[in-house]
């Protein structure tokens, strides 16, 4: 894929959160100009130039800001569109809908609409799409039965990107992202939170351990966007481990790593959303991604970065 990316523009929406920064490193590492946009200042993970030597134009725009992002566009020779600028806390979508909406579906729009002679669209979109399991682990053919407001929102936005491709001939691809993690990730995540209390209290409180995720190291992830990126004509692609692992096993898992006894407690109280995500990713698999860092490698570099 280094080969199909060099010497390419291409745009990151989202390019300061967690998984657009580590998109925009690994695209700048295999010789792409990166028109980079977020509403965000200039990750501190860029420091030291990372803006200067050309490979990275940052613009701070909103998504919603549409008559910009269009100016933007026509000034870049785009060949891809990475679309990952979002609201993406759930909780922070129940908590003011009005602007996961204007962010997560009219943003979209936004972009799609300011984008339209960009030759290819990514859209990332999440897993919750899914909602609680009619069977696991979960194709792309899944009934989408997500019912909160952040999936209801990924639901409308992927439907605003099949619309621009049946009506008007847009080359687009849908990524349904499971659990990525690693370095950098926000604390309010389920990995970054355990491993926090793991360092700073020496216990672990779960708020249940008996929700079931597929949680995947974040070079995986980001391989495999950029497989999708790559290589896709078009479609919508699961994009996990196929592989999950109970919230309780997760917590002792990454007791054992922290290095000392830590107790692990688990509340035993109901959540919200779907008790069980894990991704059938043969789709991605015919694309030629493979999932190359093991996930017990990627938890100890994870747990290794917060240490320090």
Not at 49 to 62: A, H, K, N, P, V
Not at 135 to 158: C, F, N, Q, W
Not at 192 to 221: C, H, K, Y
Request: charge should be negative; proline fraction near 5%.
């Amino acid at each position: 894929m280094q080969e199909f990316y060099a010497g390419r523009t291409v745009m990151v929406t989202g390019a300061a959160g967690f998984l657009g920064s580590h998109l925009v490193e690994r695209l700048t590492a295999a010789g792409s100009r990166v028109l980079a946009v977020d509403a965000a200042p200039v990750p501190d993970a860029w420091a030291g130039g990372r803006t200067g030597d050309g490979s990275i134009r940052y613009e701070r725009l909103d998504v919603t800001e549409g008559a910009a992002l269009g100016e933007l566009v026509r000034e870049e020779p785009v060949e891809v569109l990475f679309h990952l600028a979002a609201i993406a806390s759930p909780r922070a979508c129940a908590r003011d809908f009005a602007r996961a909406f204007a962010v997560n579906v009219e943003g979209t729009h936004r972009v799609l609409d300011a984008s339209a002679e960009v030759p290819h669209f990514v859209f990332l979109s999440s897993a919750a799409v899914y909602g609680a399991p009619v069977s696991l682990p979960m194709a792309e053919d899944h009934p989408l039965r997500g019912r909160e407001p952040y999936a209801v929102t990924k639901i409308m936005g992927e439907l605003l990107v099949e619309n621009a491709v049946a009506n008007y001939g847009r080359r687009a691809s849908i990524v349904r992202n499971f659990n990525a993690f690693g370095p950098r990730q926000p604390t309010e995540y389920v990995i970054p939170s355990v491993i926090r209390q793991a360092l700073t209290t020496g216990r672990i409180e779960l708020w249940s351990g008996a929700p079931v995720r597929d949680l995947m190291f974040v070079d995986n992830t980001e391989d495999a966007i950029l497989t999708v990126g790559a290589r896709s004509r078009g479609g919508t692609y699961n994009v996990g481990s196929g592989r999950g692992v109970r919230m309780a096993e997760l917590a002792q898992l990454i007791a054992a790593k922290v290095g000392h006894d830590i107790p692990v407690q688990d509340l035993g109280k109901e959540v919200t959303g779907s008790p069980a995500l894990v991704a059938d990713v043969r789709r991605l698999q015919d694309l030629g991604w493979s999932e190359t860092v093991p996930f017990d490698v990627g938890l100890a570099r994870t747990v290794d970065w917060y240490r320090g």
